[in-house]
């Protein structure tokens, strides 16, 4: 090759390298821009090496503070927050609506009765929020719940449908701090609220075909059946409320039968209160149900036989033979489940068949009764 020709390569490779420089990757040295999702730089055809942006800012964390309710303060300008309040909260701006229900909850604590009016469209966005998969967001709509359920009790009662799917599904998740607000928002439903109006709203929540639903239902029930005291039961019905135990005793999951368990207790102790302060007091006063003396004769009556021995399985501890008249022949005798007392022996009850009674073991004497 020539030097002519070899000088004239060289020329054509130094050309070829500063073309490709000049398309290289840089950094974005000014100020990013929005460009739909995408961070691109104004001039040139560079691939951007910058930040996440926001609406054309810098992505910045917000660290967001949950302030317990003891801890708000009033606020400074009453009028401007109520006339912005429902603005605010359904700003797509996610920041300025946790302002906004942190405000719903100082109004729900310090100017109770001017926030009032605002409930019925007020409690709308609050579930909105509720719902929102930002954990921060749902986290103080929750903290909000928890207050106007303190603040409004009963006047609650008509806005808790849109509230109690939602709170069942929170309490229900895998994100800890989310499920533990949403759980004391519950606790503060079934404190605040009068069960005789809240339990007919839980009660269909019971039969949910999502068994975490079902469990958070029934612990919510259990919990405030107790506060009906004897009177409520009786008005609101001990058949129904046993049923309901029975029921969930052998739902799905152990929350919903510790529950169920918990609710037998309870019903087991009003029963037999009951019982007692209607013989003390009046012998011909009537008790919750007449016809049953004993709590194993009254969920005998009032439940199938499948049903009654498990409640007597967690209420009184021993398991129950099928019913003769109503109440089982075990229990007749003492609540002997497999066998009778004669003489001060035991003696085991056989099957019979066709009326005769047949040893169940070889060489086992058969006695009928």
Request: aromatic share 4%; glycine share 4%; proline share 6%.
């Amino acid at each position: 090759m020539s030097d002519s020709a070899l000088q004239d390569l060289n020329a054509a490779q130094s050309v070829v390298l500063e073309k490709s420089k000049d398309s290289s990757v840089e950094p974005c040295s000014s100020k990013p821009v929005l460009n739909g999702n995408k961070c691109v730089k104004k001039e040139g055809n560079a691939v951007p090496a910058c930040p996440d942006v926001t609406n054309g800012c810098d992505a910045v964390v917000v660290d967001v503070e949950y302030i317990d309710s003891e801890n708000l303060t009033d606020l400074p300008d009453v009028d401007t927050s109520l006339s912005t309040l429902l603005a605010r909260l359904d700003s797509k701006d996610w920041i300025k609506t946790c302002e906004a229900l942190n405000n719903v909850r100082q109004l729900a604590i310090y100017h109770k009765q001017r926030l009032q009016e605002l409930l019925e469209p007020l409690v709308p966005l609050i579930v909105k929020s509720v719902k929102n998969p930002r954990s921060a967001l749902c986290k103080t709509a929750l903290m909000t719940c928890a207050d106007i359920f303190k603040a409004y009790g009963e006047q609650m009662v008509d806005l808790i449908d849109l509230l109690l799917m939602p709170l069942f599904l929170k309490s229900s998740q895998d994100k800890r701090f989310v499920c533990e607000a949403a759980e004391a928002a519950l606790i503060s439903m079934t404190s605040w609220i009068s069960p005789s109006v809240l339990l007919p709203k839980m009660q269909p929540y019971l039969k949910n075909r999502n068994p975490r639903i079902r469990a958070k239902a029934s612990v919510c029930f259990s919990k405030s059946v107790p506060r009906l005291g004897l009177e409520g039961i009786k008005e609101y019905g001990m058949d129904k409320l046993i049923q309901v135990a029975a029921t969930q005793l052998s739902d799905q999951l152990p929350e919903s039968r510790e529950a169920a368990r918990n609710l037998s207790l309870e019903l087991q102790a009003f029963y037999e209160k009951s019982q007692a302060s209607g013989s003390a007091e009046d012998e011909s006063a009537p008790a919750i149900s007449p016809e049953a003396e004993t709590w194993e004769a009254f969920c005998l009556s009032k439940l199938s036989t499948l049903s009654a021995q498990a409640i007597l399985r967690v209420t009184v501890g021993v398991p129950v033979a099928p019913k003769e008249g109503g109440i089982s022949a075990a229990l007749k005798e003492g609540a002997v489940p497999a066998a009778m007392k004669e003489g001060g022996i035991s003696v085991v009850v056989a099957p019979k068949e066709g009326g005769v009674p047949v040893a169940t073991k070889e060489g086992a004497a058969a006695v009928g009764c």
